[in-house]
């Protein structure tokens, strides 16, 4: 069974950091390219950042270049994102997922608020 279970959201202060972490399960987690993506409310879900089988991070977001860093440890099966300098408009449920041609796995996310 595919299970792909975000953690490590919560509250915090502009200017703050947090850690998201994504476990993944049920399948080959080295052999797929892996994507953070995140939805506020009443807009759609957006591309965070994506980072390769082998790595190498790519299609960072605009708005998060420079304080945002996705990481992948391929012998945990875990995906993270190191989210610094954080705004309020960074305020979002935050998913990952594994990136398939035929339809990418998701988590069910991690809330993320970003308030005084």
């Known amino acids: 069974q595919v299970q792909l279970v975000e953690s490590g959201g919560g509250l915090v202060q502009p200017g703050g950091s947090l850690r998201l972490s994504c476990a993944a399960s049920?399948?080959?987690?080295?052999?797929?390219?892996m994507s953070w993506y995140r939805q506020a409310p009443g807009k759609e879900r957006d591309l965070v950042a994506t980072?390769?089988?082998?790595?190498?991070?790519?299609n960072y977001a605009d708005s998060v270049k420079g304080r945002f860093i996705i990481s992948r440890d391929n012998t945990k099966n875990t995906l993270y994102l190191q989210m610094n300098r954080l705004k309020p408009e960074d305020t979002a449920l935050y998913y990952c997922?594994?990136?398939?041609?035929?339809?990418?796995?998701w988590g069910r996310g991690t809330q993320v608020t970003v308030s005084s």
């Open positions: 997922a594994a990136v398939r041609r035929s339809g990418n796995y």
């Open positions: 049920g399948f080959i987690f080295s052999i797929y390219d």
């Open positions: 980072i390769t089988t082998f790595g190498a991070p790519t």
